[in-house]
Nanobody, 122 residues
Framework: QVQLVESGGGSVQAGGSLRLSCAIS????????AGWFCKSPGKEREWVAL???????YYSDSAKGRFTISKDNAKTTLNLQMNSLKPEDTAMYYC????????????????WGQGTQVTVSS
């Protein structure tokens, strides 16, 4: 059974940094796409950064230049380095994985973690 477990959330002041990690287990595919999504109260869930099956990174406009997504060499951990954080980055962050990058981009991943809260104060 595929499991995704996020860690690394917390509270930080604006301009600070956080590193989120997602431990992925039980995946039977040789390679997969995985990414990070965020959801704040009153807003739709939206994608933040994705790592395709070939390792290509995709970033939302708000994440570009500030966040970096990476997979470890064993491809069992997905990381999101978040720098220059802003109060508007405050949200629950979810890790997701799917064999299809397109499905992931559309927010239709098969597998999701429980989420980790990120709070950025001004």
């Amino acid at each position: 059974q595929v499991q995704l477990v996020e860690s690394g959330g917390g509270s930080v002041q604006a301009g600070g940094s956080l590193r989120l990690s997602c431990a992925i287990s039980g995946y039977t595919y040789i390679s997969y796409s995985a990414g990070w999504f965020c959801k704040s109260p009153g807003k739709e869930r939206e994608w933040v950064a994705l790592s395709g099956r070939d390792g290509t990174a995709y970033y939302s406009d708000s994440a570009k230049g500030r966040f970096t997504i990476s997979k470890d060499n064993a491809k069992t951990t997905l990381n999101l380095q978040m720098n220059s954080l802003k109060p508007e980055d405050t949200a629950m962050y979810y890790c997701a994985a799917d064999p299809s990058t397109v499905a992931l981009l559309k927010g239709r991943a098969n597998y999701w973690g429980q989420g980790t809260q990120v709070t950025v104060s001004s």
